[in-house]
């Protein structure tokens, strides 16, 4: 079965620092996608980011930057000069097959609440 | 555009009640997925839609049922609700089964 654990329950740091949140995952498909999404206090899930399990190269888009490293089953995200806005509930997730069509599902991690200090 | 539309944002019921919980995807999205969040917890897949077929059920008991319309809107149904029912719904629609866009949630509590 898929697992996704996020070890870190909770993070604070001060405002400007870098920040990582972990991923580990578990899976026996050769072909999957990882995932992060963002969710304020609102509610709603933010995507940030999906990657191919066969694109290991890491991406940077502006301060948010992710490590996928298949050797170790991680996928790690890290942002750069954080700042009060980042803070929020942090999922990493994994897609799981369902069906023969292509439909998919996602195996969530259970999250990890980050903390900007003014 | 607008996004992923759920309704109602938040429910209060009693046990033993039934809910009807709605969700309507972004326009062109043909893919409705339902999960469950429990506070202090990663959301569960309960269900997902294609084409007004189901593709997938998570492990939820029978009291949870589900169903899409012609329009590609959807509802989650609970019967006989039970207190360890209280969470967020969270709903996302997908054009491409790839990429998933998630609603606000209704925020459901029994009491």
């Known amino acids: 079965a898929q697992k996704v654990t996020q070890a870190q329950t909770e993070i604070s740091v001060v405002e400007k620092e870098d920040v990582t949140l972990d991923c580990v995952y578990e899976?026996?498909?050769?072909?999957?996608?990882l995932f992060w999404y963002k969710q304020p206090p609102s509610g709603e899930l933010v995507f940030l980011i999906r990657r191919n399990s066969f694109d290991e190269q890491n991406e940077i888009s502006g301060r948010y930057s992710w490590n996928f490293q298949k050797s170790t089953s991680s996928f790690n995200f890290t942002i750069t000069a954080s700042q009060v806005v980042d803070s929020a509930v942090y999922f990493c997730a994994l897609s799981e097959a369902i069906s023969n069509f292509g439909n998919e599902k996602l195996t969530f991690g259970t999250g990890t609440r980050l903390t900007i200090i003014p | 555009d607008a996004g992923v539309t759920q309704s109602p944002t938040h429910l209060i019921k009693t046990r033993g009640q039934h809910v009807t919980l709605r969700c309507s995807p972004i326009?062109?999205?043909?893919?409705v997925s339902w999960y469950q969040q429990v506070l202090g917890q990663g959301p569960q897949f309960i269900f997902q839609?294609?084409?007004?077929?189901?593709?997938g059920r998570g492990n939820f008991p029978d009291r949870f049922s589900a169903r899409q319309f012609p329009n590609y809107s959807s509802e989650l149904n609970v019967n006989a609700l039970l207190l360890g029912d209280s969470a967020l719904y969270l709903c996302?629609?997908?054009?491409?089964?790839?990429?998933?866009?998630f609603g606000s949630g209704t925020r459901l509590t029994v009491v």
């Open positions: 326009s062109g999205h043909k893919s």
């Open positions: 899976t026996r498909d050769t072909t999957y996608y």
């Open positions: 996302a629609s997908s054009l491409d089964l790839r990429s998933y866009t």
């Open positions: 839609y294609y084409e007004k077929e189901e593709r």
